[in-house]
DNA sequence: ATCCAGAATTGGATCTTGTCCAAAACCGAA
DNA sequence: TTCGGTTTTGGACAAGATCCAATTCTGGAT
């Protein structure tokens, strides 16, 4: 955590307790939140944290490169703090979770150029679709 | 699109006028469209139609498997008429159009076990990020 | 051809997610 | 400690999508 937010300290953030709390709540996990249960779990850690902030903070870290956002389905945005390892997707259909995996085998290569239509083409994303643990035994 | 709507047929729909424009609209093209863009597609047809059919019915499409709904980003959901056949989307980082892809390659096998975490597995998919040829010229 | 029960449509209210803004509070360099 | 520029705040707002009771319509039965 302390590695995350030197490096923003190095670019130049300031340090308030609002970011420090968001960074601690995207700390290492691999089930990724939503931009409101992050807000939720940081309201534990300091009670008078707003959405906006939340909000703020987190597209800020995207933008910086720290943080991914990844959205399924008509569903709120998860934000994922892996940004710097290469790994690929688990989505549970029920009920939206989302985890980590890291595939041994290399992700396809680029499309061929008859199947491009003319895009310029900048990255390949591969998500593996089903239920999790909770929601398979239903 | 006769055949989409003689299999709704066949499986108890009724057929009526509102469902008919929906499947007219949506019928074998390979860019995908929003349900917004849908209703007004099919507003020019009947002009009577209201949103709530537009995605009650969509609902409906992708219920049955007909249709497979597309979401990326906090952008609204597109509709892909082409669910019956296997294929990868190709998506504009800027303005969001989807476009069928058929590559020619398997997309990788099903995860490892170890890398399964419990959750049963359904399915995976593939999409290519890039700029469309209208966003990527600017 | 007509009738009728159940299915479909309507449109407006409502919910969720996310963005925007001006005022107030705060950080940290000097 | 002071000060300027950065952050935070919270409430308003916007887009996408869903829900609901009232109305309309489909298609099988007569």
Redesign the pocket.
């Known amino acids: 955590m302390s590695d995350l937010l030197e490096r923003l300290?190095d670019r130049?953030?300031?340090?308030?307790?609002?970011?420090r709390v968001?960074a601690q709540v995207l700390d290492g996990d691999h089930v990724h939140y939503?931009?409101?249960e992050i807000h939720a779990l940081a309201v534990n850690l300091?009670p008078?944290?707003?959405?906006?902030?939340?909000?703020?903070?987190?597209?800020?870290l995207v933008s910086l490169g720290e943080v991914l956002?990844v959205?399924t389905d008509?569903?709120?945005?998860?934000y994922d703090p892996n940004a710097r390892h290469a790994h690929q997707h688990l989505v549970c259909d029920a009920c939206g979770t989302i985890r980590d995996v890291h595939p041994a085998g290399d992700p396809l290569g680029s499309l061929p150029a008859t199947e491009r239509y003319g895009f310029t083409i900048s990255g390949v994303e591969v998500t593996y679709r089903g239920l999790c643990p909770d929601c398979g035994t239903a």
Chains 1, 2 share one sequence.
């Open positions: 300290r130049g953030w300031r340090l308030t307790a609002q970011r968001v939503t931009a409101d300091l008078e944290i707003s959405r906006a902030t939340v909000y703020n903070t987190l597209g800020e956002e959205s008509g569903r709120a945005k998860r």
